[in-house]
């Protein structure tokens, strides 16, 4: 069959430069399509089978896709039950402007040249942040400030999540990359690494070969990571002494956090907050 073009005048509001749209569905399956303008698309609920440049891939809940005008594809439910997503189509010339304001540091050429669309697996909080960003689209507003609220947004997602992508990254599960996300809240950090073998519900055999395999760091070293940052953060942030610091970051031993920190950021964490305050 051959693909439908979808076009940008009959599926974008021209006044805005955009459409955003919420779904339930068990199917949205009615042929395959392309179109002359951008799409990112969330999924909210359920599972999704995209069929995407003659390949298939399943969608889960917070998994995020930058849909390019060239791809062409279709998405049906994965398992016969309904699911949701959202939607927001925008134009080239939103895209254009957007990665001429960014600059050569974007990676739009890495965006747009992949096979598949570009994947983000977001946790659950930002999965749910961005709902509402999105769904606010929609509220009723002069058609200037709508384009102007839509290309911040654009710039938000973009520099957020696809600023570091890379189709390695992509390769990572789901449930790994979701698992190191809500590890970065201080309060699971700071309980450490049963913590993390809690939160990705696998065996510690199997978190510790996927760290190694997808990140290159054991589970301790990611964990340290987090919590050297969080105590960076307090120097400068807080009235803090540096030995309450290394408590407050989950570190049990003050001669062993000044190593380590001293390892990082080549100073100690006196120095390091009398450089920087």
């Given at each position: 069959m ?9 599926h ?6 955009y ?14 399509h ?8 969330m999924?909210?609920?359920g ?12 969608l ?6 930058f ?19 959202i939607?927001?189509a925008?134009?080239r ?9 960014l600059?050569a540091?974007?990676p ?13 697996n977001?946790?659950p ?29 654009l ?13 390695k ?5 789901f ?15 700071i ?5 993390m073998?809690?939160?990705?519900g ?5 978190l510790s070969?996927?760290m190694?395999?997808?990140y ?18 307090l120097?400068l942030?807080?009235?803090l ?11 049990e031993?003050?001669?062993w956090?000044?190593k380590?920190?001293?390892?990082k950021y080549k100073?100690t ?9």
């Open positions: 051959e693909p439908k073009m979808l076009d940008a005048k009959y974008l509001n021209m006044d805005t430069g459409k955003c749209r919420y779904v339930r569905s068990d199917t949205e399956y009615f042929r395959p392309n179109h002359n303008y951008y799409e990112l698309f999924v909210l609920k599972e999704v089978r995209h069929i995407i440049n003659n390949k298939e891939q399943n889960k809940e917070g998994q995020l896709l849909i390019r005008d060239f791809d062409i594809h279709d998405y049906k439910s994965a398992d016969g039950n309904y699911f949701e997503f939607n927001l925008f134009s010339e939103s895209f254009a402007g957007l990665t001429a304001y600059g540091g974007f739009a050429k890495t965006l747009l040249s992949t096979q598949l669309p570009p994947i983000i977001l946790s909080s930002k999965k749910d942040e961005l709902f509402f960003a999105l769904t606010e689209l929609n509220q009723n507003m002069e058609n200037e400030v709508a384009s102007a609220k839509m290309r911040t947004l710039c938000e997602i973009f520099t957020k999540f696809f600023m570091n992508y890379s189709e990254k992509s390769e990572i599960p449930w790994l990359e979701t698992t190191c996300e809500r590890m970065k809240k201080p309060r699971n950090f309980a450490g690494t049963e913590r073998y809690e939160l990705s696998k065996s510690r055999e199997h070969r996927s190694k395999k997808y290159g760091i054991t589970v301790s070293e990611f964990i340290t990571g987090l919590r050297l940052e969080y105590s960076a953060s120097l942030s807080s009235n002494s540096a030995t309450d610091i290394c408590f407050e970051c989950g570190f031993n003050v001669s956090f000044y380590i920190f001293a390892e100073t964490p006196v120095k390091y907050r009398k450089k920087y305050i």
